[in-house]
């Protein structure tokens, strides 16, 4: 949620604050906190013998960012501290009209702290994922194949062609003559690719082929394979540096994916909506990870040459 704040000298208008406040329950929640007082929380304001404190400004400026961007600090400042005070005494006057005990409250207020909470270990589990080994891992452990392969329709077509080359068939001519893949005369050579460039089942096959190897006949969506690794080698990558933000929220968001399946697993979920076959789905990666440069790329079978 964004808010539009005029820049004054004396803050928000009254009418901006208030809409703001049925936005901001988390900000109500995590006001009253208590927080140790030393000089680098300082007090900024007293509203009724209520304390506005540094933290409670990091709080608000985190909620209401994007609205403040063009402000500078001054004036910045300014308006998140007049919010914060317009804040505490609309939230005080809610509790005189027991705001507090309608239903619509308690279900916002429950929502909101089941959604603190989420974010809060999630944040922390992230954390501690994000070691320099984990980084290291993703930045190093990227294998490439180069391989060939001759696809055919049957299983009994793939037998055949698996036959020709035991007796020695050169596997490139044989692949210009028989292969169906638009590769096919190119030798079937599909370049080198990584593991999630390729639909499963080729890829488990191509992966642990040793290079020179030809495999028996592998079934796909797309038919039946032969396929011969030409090479292995891990993919060079740009400097660590470059790439270590990406990596990092990959690492990230991965491992809180994770962390919610290993819970999703472990918990006992009934959906009304669904037949009780469906009570378990997997569970999917937070939004956000959607957007993860680092997500592998939609499984194929021909990939761009490198």
């Keep these: 949620m964004t808010f539009s704040f005029p820049e004054t000298k004396t803050g928000p208008r ?11 329950v988390a900000l109500l929640l995590l006001g009253g906190l208590p927080v140790r007082a030393d000089d680098a929380n300082p007090v900024l304001a007293k509203v009724n013998g209520s304390e506005i404190r540094q933290s409670d400004m990091a709080l608000a400026e985190e909620e209401l960012g994007p609205s403040l961007a063009q402000m500078d600090p001054a004036t910045k400042k300014e308006n998140l501290l007049a919010f914060l005070i317009d804040m505490k005494i609309v939230a005080k006057a809610a509790e005189a009209k027991k705001i507090e005990d309608r239903d619509d409250f308690k279900n916002r207020l429950a929502f909101a702290r089941n959604r603190l909470l989420m974010d809060n270990l999630l944040a922390v589990e992230g954390k501690a994922a994000t070691t320099d080994e984990a980084m290291k891992k993703v930045y190093d452990g990227e294998q490439e194949v180069h391989a060939r392969h001759i696809l055919v329709e049957t299983e009994d077509e793939a037998k055949a062609v698996e036959a020709e080359l035991k007796k020695g068939a050169d596997f490139a ?35 642990a082929l040793e290079p020179g190897k030809i495999s028996d006949p592998v079934k ?12 292995k080698r891990n993919r060079k990558a740009p400097d660590f540096d470059q790439v270590k933000s990406q990596i990092e929220t990959y690492v990230t968001r991965k ?14 979920i009934v959906r ?16 956000a990870a959607k957007d993860s440069k680092m997500a592998p790329a939609d499984s194929k079978m021909a990939p761009a040459k490198k």
């Design 173 to 207: 001519e044989l692949a210009k003559k028989k292969s169906k893949d638009p590769g096919a005369s190119d030798g079937g050579d599909l370049g080198f690719f990584t593991k999630e460039q390729m639909v499963p089942e080729f890829s488990a096959v191509a992966f």
């Design 14 to 24: 009254f009418g901006l604050a208030a809409a703001a406040v049925t936005g901001c």
């Design 255 to 268: 491992a809180q994916a994770d962390y919610v399946a290993k819970l999703r697993e472990a918990a006992n």
């Design 272 to 287: 009304m909506d669904q037949p009780e076959a469906a009570a378990k789905p997997d569970a999917a990666a937070p939004e």
């Design 220 to 231: 796909t969506q797309f038919g039946w394979h032969i396929i011969k690794v030409e090479e």
